[in-house]
């Protein structure tokens, strides 16, 4: 089951987004991306049911390997995804999914249909989700197939790209 977390729980990673993340960690932004294109950043860390924001694992820029430990009857892991949606100066909506496969439970609970829009005004809005990490060791793929509508623009952007993660 994968929870998107209610506004109120959320309130310290807006706060800290809001804030250029300076509770912690940095938002990921890419280079190399010409003003005003849409595009989405993410951040992933791991811990257990209380605190599944406790240990940095990976993050989109500067890229790094995804490597976090299975879940264990005994000791079970959490994994907290921040994504985050960068506006392109007009208002930008972003839809399509995200497939979290290394999430516990049935593939269909492990996608995410964001229907995010990020305001003319604003430069960014974020998203988390959290769960139960699988406990079997292996590769899994976090998939992101987006679309962003920028408002104005002749045509959408195609966001596309998979991120390996690796649980041990």
């Not at 924001?53 to 995804?81: G, H, L």
């Amino acid at each position: 089951m994968v929870v998107a977390m209610p506004s109120r729980l959320l309130f310290v990673p807006i706060l800290c987004a809001g804030l250029s993340l300076s509770c912690e960690h940095r938002v990921p932004e890419p280079r190399g991306i010409t003003p005003g294109t849409p595009h989405v950043s993410w951040i992933v860390m791991s811990g257990d049911r209380d605190s599944p924001d406790r240990e940095f694992i990976c993050q989109s820029d500067p890229r790094n390997e995804c490597v976090m430990p299975a879940s264990k009857p005994d000791q079970q892991t959490f994994a907290d995804v921040h994504v985050y949606y960068h506006g392109a100066g007009a208002e930008t909506k972003y839809t399509g999914s995200i497939q979290i496969s290394f999430f516990e439970g049935s593939p269909g609970s492990q996608v995410v249909r964001p229907n995010i829009t990020v305001a003319k005004n604003e430069s960014i809005t974020n998203q988390s989700f959290v769960n139960r990490l699988s406990s079997n060791p292996g590769t899994y793929a976090m998939r992101f197939e987006l679309v962003a509508a920028v408002t104005g623009a002749e045509k959408n952007h195609a966001i596309r790209f998979d991120v390996p993660v690796h649980l041990e």
